[in-house]
């Protein structure tokens, strides 16, 4: 259990990505300008974690406010990657 609270704590304490690379990823998502669709109610992301970080948005159709969550470029690598280590380990 002591290797669970340690993972948790690596997931959880991880440095924000750049806005500019999650925007993209936003937009290549929805196919559509970030800001023809959003607009940011803080500028900089309320949360991050491992897989991806958090933003406060509006969206500009209905003005209703959402919990903007982009996934961290390369994740379902880093997600394989780590999964096949935690089996080795495992043995």
């Known amino acids: 259990s002591e290797y669970l609270d340690e993972l948790q704590q690596l997931q959880d304490n991880v440095p ?3 806005n500019e ?3 993209r990823i936003v937009e290549e998502e929805l196919n559509q300008n970030f800001e023809e ?3 940011l109610v ?4 309320i949360a991050a974690a491992s897989i ?3 933003y406060k948005a509006r969206l500009l159709k209905n003005g209703q406010l959402v919990a903007l969550k982009i996934q961290r470029p390369n994740t379902e ?3 394989a990657l780590d999964l096949y280590v935690l089996r ?3 043995g």
């Open 88 to 90: 080795w380990w495992g």
């Open 37 to 39: 669709v959003f607009e």
């Open 77 to 79: 690598e880093v997600v």
């Open 21 to 23: 690379v999650a925007f």
């Open 52 to 54: 991806g970080q958090v």
């Open 42 to 45: 803080e500028k900089e992301p």
């Open 16 to 18: 924000t990505f750049s």
